[in-house]
């Protein structure tokens, strides 16, 4: 019989230095000093000369499209009532340079703001867009652990329905209402563009981990009718945004009784980029260099 070395930490005794090993410093994975800082007071002053060129009116429990030129801004705003929203973005030249929410939650955090960035998934790895401005940067982190603009939840969608529910007949979702504008705006089948879908910036949702289960929880969100968030356009856009059938996620993630509201993205044309642009064909990691 071969005598099994591990059989004795099968259990779940805590050994005797347990309160050391759990008292081991914090340590940033990703620590962004040398992180290139977008020039914020550049975007400022560009903010200054915006015009309105075009806008979206997204209804409730429904997506639609938009497209954003590289050095324009666009605002994604609350018009009626409190609505969160669930965003894609991609390359609008090479959609499969789409929106990494997974590296911009590890360079940025759970939740983004202002001078923070929504990066590209590898091997691009660079800025697709910058928020400028947020009207809701006042929320901070409250008692519970909660702030707005997550990049930690993915999005509702009929897969995880069916499985917790069992239901089968819920398609107003986030995911299938992306799924269907990037269909229509493309003119390709559903099933063609699914998997293009990607995970979400959720927009205005009020959410954090909850301290003894580490479950992910959301509460109702402190968006108020002309509240937005608005950001600069580091490439050519393709942004997707669905204004969720949570309403503003108060009590359900998914519902056909909730209370929703439409969302309005407006493209906004500066005068002249910001100052000290770089242009938005510059590259990320060159893979040459070995992997």
């Given amino acids: 019989m071969i005598r099994d070395p591990f059989a004795s930490r099968r259990d779940s005794t805590p050994?005797?230095?347990?309160?050391?090993?759990?008292?081991?410093?914090?340590?940033?994975?990703?620590?962004?000093?040398?992180?290139?800082?977008?020039?914020?007071?550049?975007?400022?002053?560009a903010r200054e000369t915006l015009s309105a060129r075009e806008t979206i009116v997204v209804p409730p429990r429904e997506a639609g499209c938009f497209e954003v030129p590289a050095g324009w801004f666009f605002r994604i705003r609350s018009i009626e009532g409190p609505q969160v929203?669930?965003?894609?973005?991609?390359?609008?030249?090479?959609?499969?340079?789409?929106?990494?929410?997974?590296?911009?939650?590890?360079?940025?955090?759970?939740?983004?703001?202002?001078g923070?960035?929504?990066?590209?998934?590898?091997?691009?790895?660079r800025p697709m867009a910058t928020i400028v401005h947020d009207t809701l940067a006042w929320y901070g982190i409250d008692a519970d652990g909660g702030a707005v603009h997550d990049v930690i939840g993915t999005r509702c969608d009929p897969y995880t329905h069916h499985l917790l529910s069992g239901g089968d007949n819920y398609h107003h979702c986030c995911h299938s209402n992306l799924?269907?504008?990037?269909?229509?705006?493309?003119?390709?089948?559903?099933?063609?563009?699914?998997?293009?879908i990607h995970d979400v910036l959720n927009v205005f949702m009020c959410t954090g981990f909850t301290r003894d289960t580490g479950q992910y929880f959301m509460k109702a969100s402190p968006v108020r009718p002309g509240d937005f968030l608005e950001f600069f356009?580091?490439?050519?856009?393709?942004?997707?945004?669905?204004?969720?059938?949570?309403?503003?996620?108060s009590s359900t993630h998914s519902s056909d009784a909730a209370r929703c509201h439409?969302?309005?993205?407006?493209i906004l044309e500066p005068q002249a980029p910001p100052a000290g642009w770089r242009s938005p064909h510059m590259n990320g990691y060159d893979r040459s260099h070995g992997m």
């Fill in 85 to 114: 929203g669930d965003l894609n973005l991609f390359n609008a030249r090479d959609r499969s340079e789409r929106f990494y929410s997974g590296k911009t939650r590890a360079l940025h955090g759970t939740h983004i703001s202002t």
């Fill in 262 to 266: 439409p969302l309005e993205v407006t």
């Fill in 179 to 196: 799924t269907r504008a990037l269909a229509r705006h493309t003119g390709q089948p559903v099933a063609n563009v699914e998997a293009e």
């Fill in 233 to 249: 356009a580091e490439i050519d856009l393709l942004g997707v945004l669905s204004a969720c059938p949570g309403g503003d996620c």
């Fill in 116 to 125: 923070d960035r929504l990066w590209s998934g590898f091997p691009r790895l």
């Fill in 15 to 45: 050994p005797a230095d347990a309160a050391a090993r759990r008292a081991a410093p914090a340590v940033i994975c990703y620590p962004t000093h040398t992180l290139p800082a977008p020039d914020m007071a550049a975007y400022r002053a």
